[in-house]
Nanobody, 125 residues
Framework: VQLQAFGGGLVQAGGSLRLSCASS????????LAWFRQAEGKEREFVAAFSWGGDRYTGSVKGRFTISRDNAKSTVYLEMNSLKPEDTAVYYC?????????????????????WGQGTQLTVSS
């Protein structure tokens, strides 16, 4: 499975942007999908996941970000609204087989086997 993320850019605070991540290879519908981000000088952190019966978010983006997937296009999206400077980071998409034993660890990078190259989001104040 290969993932390619794109759609990042420079946005003013309060603005919106949509990230996309296209997948090739594998059976897309079998995979749990997630977005992580890594700000400069910080560790990679979980942002959102879509699988195991629903979508899940980290607290700081809940209500502002929406993850969705289009299995027909083998693409996962991250719609981001009300952006804040603290959302500035490199955003990575990830995919992992949606097995039951992984469900409770949806926020952990360890359950995702495949990663995109990252796309930079910069939010200016």
């Amino acid at each position: 499975v290969q993932l390619q993320a794109f759609g990042g850019g420079l946005v003013q605070a309060g603005g919106s942007l949509r990230l996309s991540c296209a997948s090739s290879g594998g059976t897309f519908s079998r995979y749990a999908l997630a977005w992580f981000r890594q700000a400069e000088g910080k560790e990679r952190e979980f942002v959102a996941a879509f699988s195991w019966g629903g979508d899940r978010y980290t607290g700081s983006v809940k209500g502002r970000f929406t993850i969705s997937r289009d299995n027909a296009k083998s693409t996962v999206y991250l719609e981001m609204n009300s952006l804040k400077p603290e959302d500035t980071a490199v955003y990575y998409c990830a995919a992992g087989l949606a097995t039951v034993d992984r469900k409770s660890n949806y926020y952990s990078s360890r359950v995702y086997d495949y990663w995109g190259q990252g796309t930079q989001l910069t939010v200016s104040s």
